[in-house]
């Protein structure tokens, strides 16, 4: 994507499957006792996976999507599995995909607690964070409108019929989001931690808040549970092609490695399915090439537009199955703008 940003989703990789914005926005998984990974269904609107974590008195819900008809949806489903009210919601990173729904939470408790680290807390305010946060709200009001009529000319210009069904559900979550961004209620955090460990002794539930370094963002925080070894890694960790567009490349590898000295089992992504642990090490290793492969081309002479297909084809044979298992967040689709990110960060310090 797109997904966090308002690059265009290429048209059409989005199957017809008849899904209206409002329903099937959601599978809830249990990973362990009483704890839930909420699996986000891809859709061309993108929003965020959660973790809902039961305690003997309350709820933990991670991340709150990128709109609050999403959050509202799981909030229901929470519903449907305890009567006991939520009280935290951690925002993984500032990401408008990930935050963007947590009006819902706060009206539904007064005594809501809203954690993230304190450079989310920064971020979400700070207009040159990047996509996410307050000022992002505006941007993507700004450019919807002009994404609305792209996706019609589209539609005129569909060659299948299929084609034409997937542009006008495109359409109709492009449409319904513009109308609820217009009348979002930003809620901000109410507590920012900055400690290496933060340890919530929720009622029967350990639940520590781990800062393990820049990764994804400049405030990751990943959401441990030692007990039932389970992580919840917002997009620091994904099972789709990483957003590289606000990470820090070579910090990131770093914190993979940290984030694998930590003992789990299951991971509950930022997107895609709850992976195993593997997976660490997967993207680690792709990281890894991806800046190597870059460093390289730019030593040997290339330009930007020069290297991209070039190292695309190179890594394909390694990471392109495993970086395309869904409709969503493909190899071909992000190996652009993650080249892209990795020549102006890596090789440029931008
Ligand atoms: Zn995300
Ligand atoms: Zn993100």
């Not at 059409?12 to 409002?22: E, K, L």
């Not at 990401?95 to 009006?103: A, P, R, S, T, V």
């Not at 920012?192 to 933060?198: D, R």
């Not at 870059?294 to 290297?307: C, F, I, R, T």
Request: charged share 20%; aromatic share 6%; proline share 5%.
């Amino acid at each position: 994507m797109s997904t966090h940003g308002m690059e265009r989703e290429p048209c059409c990789v989005f199957p017809a499957d008849g899904n209206t914005v409002t329903k099937d926005l959601f599978e809830l998984k249990p990973v362990a006792d009483g704890v839930y990974a909420a699996i986000a269904a891809p859709q061309y609107k993108v929003n965020s996976n959660a973790a809902v974590i039961l305690t003997n008195d309350g709820v933990v819900v991670v991340d709150s999507h990128s709109k609050p008809s999403a959050a509202r949806a799981l909030y229901h489903a929470i519903q449907g599995i305890t009567k006991h009210p939520i009280h935290k919601l951690i925002n993984t990173h500032f990401h408008w995909d990930h935050w963007q729904g947590n009006e819902v939470y706060a009206e539904a408790s007064a005594t809501l607690e809203i954690i993230v680290s304190e450079r989310t807390h920064q971020n979400l305010t700070d207009a040159e964070a990047g996509v996410g946060g307050i000022p992002h709200i505006a941007r993507q009001l700004a450019a919807l409108p002009a994404e609305i009529a792209q996706i019609k000319d589209q539609i005129v210009h569909a060659a299948t019929p299929e084609q034409k069904a997937n542009l006008e559900n495109n359409l109709q979550q492009a449409e319904a989001f513009f109308t609820e961004l217009q009348t979002l209620k930003p809620t901000l955090p109410t507590r920012a931690v900055s400690a290496p460990v933060t340890t919530l002794h929720e009622n029967g539930r350990e639940i520590q808040l781990l800062l393990l370094g820049r990764a994804h963002t400049d405030g990751d925080v990943f959401i441990y549970m030692p007990k039932e070894k389970v992580i919840a890694t917002g997009d620091a960790l994904v099972d789709w092609m990483p957003f590289l567009g606000d990470g820090y490349p070579e910090d990131w590898v770093h914190t993979l490695t940290a984030l694998e000295q930590v003992d789990f089992t299951h991971i509950i992504p930022g997107h895609g399915d709850v992976v195993t642990k593997d997976r660490v090490v997967f993207m680690r290793n792709y990281l890894t090439d991806l800046i190597a492969a870059v460093k390289q081309a730019a030593a040997d002479g290339a330009s930007l537009e020069d290297m991209t297909p070039v190292v695309a084809d190179q890594l394909g044979p390694k990471y392109e199955q495993g970086m395309t298992k869904y409709p969503m967040g493909q190899y071909r689709d992000r190996i652009g703008t993650n080249v892209e990110a990795v020549y102006r960060k890596v090789v440029h310090h931008g």
